[in-house]
Every structure is written in structure tokens, then in C-alpha cells.
């Protein structure tokens, strides 16, 4: 199967001390190699304009990059930006779209992926499933079949709500 590896959002720096380097063997041993071993993979970056781009490039070998602004940016026109990337790969099965801040403790086996339905790390808590259904925005997978919807649901979100990516789910359903 044709994976395409998803990282979208800050790889270094700006409004916070995220350091891609400080998750990558994580992201290498638990996500990337499981993959690569079973699965040809292609990695896309959408990031942040960074002096360390460089970093990132060296770590992930992408097959495109972007890298975007980050003053003024918000979280799901960023996203779009990254499904953007693949949208000239017909060969593409499967899409997985991660933070580049994720630790992933877990190994890939231990997300129960289902390879035909869309699929999100986590329910949010608080309240927010049951009221919102809101879900976590660090982990989403999604078969070729529900690409375009997957395209549509970043656009919609991308008009109406720029900012996070917690209530993809319930717009997801939607279309």
C-alpha cells in the first residue's frame, strides 16, 4: 500500500519550545519505520518559515515541503495547506496526518488503525465529545475513498473556523 506521512504545523519555535528533535526517534521508532516496513511511504512537510528548516528536511527526506508564515497563520488553513501537497499523487492509498510534536509512545500496532474508515487518536475530554464531539488534533488516518471529503472538511473548516482542529470530526460527519 501507498502511504502518504502527513506532518503539519510548528516543527520548531515560535509561539512555544517545540523541538522536532525531541520527538523524532519517537515518530521514527513507533510510526515511520512500522509503516515503511510493510508499505511504501511518502512523507510531506507543512511547517513554519523556521531557521532550522534544514532539521527537518535531513530528518524526514519529504517528498514536498511547504513552509509557511507563521505570523497571522492559524491551525486548519495550515492543515489544508498540507493535504494540499499530495493532491498530484494518484498512487496514494492511505493518508496519515500527525503534529510534528507528538511523542508516540505507542507503537503504530497499538492504535488499531482501521485501513477503511477515518480514524482519530482521541475522544476530548471535559465534556467536549459529548457536547461538541470534538476530537484530538494530533493523529488523523483516513483510506483514499474519504480523501475528498477528508479535502472538503479542511476547506469548510479552513472559512469557518481557522483555529483548531477539534471539531473536525463533527464537520467530517457532515459532508
Same mark, same amino acid.
Given at each position: 500500500?501507498?502511504?502518504?506521512?502527513?506532518?503539519?504545523?510548528?516543527?520548531?519555535?515560535?509561539? $512555544?519550545?517545540?523541538?522536532?528533535?525531541?520527538?523524532? $526517534?519517537? /515518530?521514527?521508532?513507533?510510526? /515511520?519505520?512500522?509503516?515503511?516496513?510493510?508499505? $511504501?511511504?511518502?512523507?510531506?512537510? %507543512?511547517?513554519?518559515?523556521?531557521?532550522?528548516?534544514?532539521?527537518? /528536511?535531513?530528518?524526514?527526506?519529504?517528498?514536498?515541503?511547504?513552509?509557511?508564515?507563521?505570523?497571522?497563520?492559524?491551525?486548519?488553513?495550515?492543515?489544508?495547506?498540507?493535504?494540499?501537497?499530495?493532491?498530484?499523487?494518484?498512487? /496514494?492509498?492511505? !493518508?496519515?496526518?500527525?503534529?510534528?510534536?507528538?511523542?508516540?509512545?505507542?507503537?503504530?500496532?497499538?492504535?488499531?488503525?482501521?485501513?477503511?474508515?477515518?480514524?482519530?487518536?482521541?475522544?476530548?475530554?471535559?465534556? !467536549?465529545?459529548?457536547?461538541?464531539?470534538?476530537?484530538?488534533?494530533?493523529?488523523? %488516518?483516513?483510506?483514499?475513498?474519504?480523501?475528498?471529503?477528508?479535502?472538503?472538511?479542511? %476547506?469548510?473548516?479552513?472559512?469557518?473556523? %481557522?483555529?483548531?482542529?477539534?471539531?473536525?470530526?463533527?464537520?467530517?460527519?457532515?459532508?
Amino acid at each position: 500500500m501507498n502511504i502518504a506521512l502527513i506532518f503539519a504545523g510548528i516543527s520548531f519555535g515560535h509561539k $512555544s519550545d517545540r523541538d522536532f528533535n525531541h520527538c523524532f $526517534s519517537n /515518530i521514527d521508532r513507533n510510526l /515511520i519505520q512500522p509503516l515503511s516496513e510493510s508499505h $511504501s511511504v511518502y512523507k510531506y512537510v %507543512a511547517t513554519y518559515e523556521n531557521d532550522r528548516m534544514d532539521e527537518v /528536511i535531513k530528518l524526514l527526506n519529504p517528498k514536498r515541503t511547504i513552509s509557511l508564515p507563521f505570523e497571522g497563520s492559524k491551525q486548519n488553513p495550515t492543515r489544508a495547506a498540507s493535504v494540499a501537497l499530495t493532491r498530484d499523487d494518484d498512487c /496514494i492509498d492511505f !493518508y496519515i496526518m500527525s503534529r510534528f510534536d507528538v511523542h508516540y509512545n505507542k507503537h503504530l500496532d497499538d492504535f488499531n488503525l482501521d485501513w477503511d474508515k477515518f480514524n482519530f487518536v482521541s475522544r476530548e475530554g471535559n465534556g !467536549y465529545w459529548e457536547s461538541q464531539q470534538f476530537v484530538g488534533d494530533t493523529f488523523y %488516518a483516513w483510506p483514499k475513498k474519504l480523501h475528498s471529503q477528508v479535502v472538503e472538511g479542511f %476547506a469548510e473548516l479552513s472559512r469557518f473556523d %481557522a483555529n483548531h482542529m477539534h471539531n473536525f470530526y463533527s464537520d467530517l460527519r457532515l459532508i
